[in-house]
C-alpha cells in the first residue's frame, strides 16, 4: 500500500510542476496598465501592436486643463528614449468649449479641435499627426476636478506613408489647471 500512495504522490507531485503554462496570455494588450479611473498616473498603448510605456522620471505621462483666453485647452503628454530613439505621444484638445464625459474624433491639430500626435526624434524620423481625412478617437471616460481618465486610439502615416497604429491607449492621470 505504501508503494501505491508513493506512486499517487510522484504522479500529483509532476503533475503540480507542469511547464506548460496555458494561461498566459498572448493578447499585447493585456500588458498594458489596468483601465483605472483613480488617478494613478498611468498611460499605455500598443504601437503596431507592441506595448508602449512611457519613462518614469521628467518623461512620465502629464496632463493639464486650462481657461484660456475664453477657452479651455488639454494637454496629455509622455515618451520614453532618448536622441533618436526618443518617442513622444500628445493628445490635445486646442480652445475647446469644455470637457466632459464623452467621445471626441482625434482630427487636424487646429483650434476647437482634439488632436494627437507620434513622434520618433521630434521631427527628423517621424512627425505624424491626426487629420481630419483620417482621424482617431478619444474617449473621456472619468473626468473630476483634478482627474482625467480615457482611452484613445488613431492612425499616422511615416514618411513613406506607411500606417503607424495606435491602439488600446489608456490614461488615467491627475491634471493641473
Known sequence: MSKCLFFTLLLA??????NDDNSTSENPADALPPATQTGEGTFGC??????????????????????????????????RGGGVEMQSLRITGLDIEGLEVSSYPLRFRMSGNFSAEYDIAVGNILDGSTTDENPGTLTIIHFTDEIVSGTFAFTVLDKDGKEIKITDGRFDLKYTN
Not at 507531485?13 to 507542469?18: D, E, I, K, S, Y
Request: charged share 20%.
Open 13 to 18: 507531485l509532476a503533475t503540480a510542476c507542469n
Open 46 to 79: 500598443l504601437i503596431d501592436g507592441k506595448p508602449f510605456f512611457p519613462s518614469r522620471g521628467r518623461q512620465r505621462p502629464k496632463a493639464f486643463y486650462q481657461f484660456v483666453r475664453e477657452a479651455y485647452t488639454l494637454g496629455i503628454s509622455t515618451s
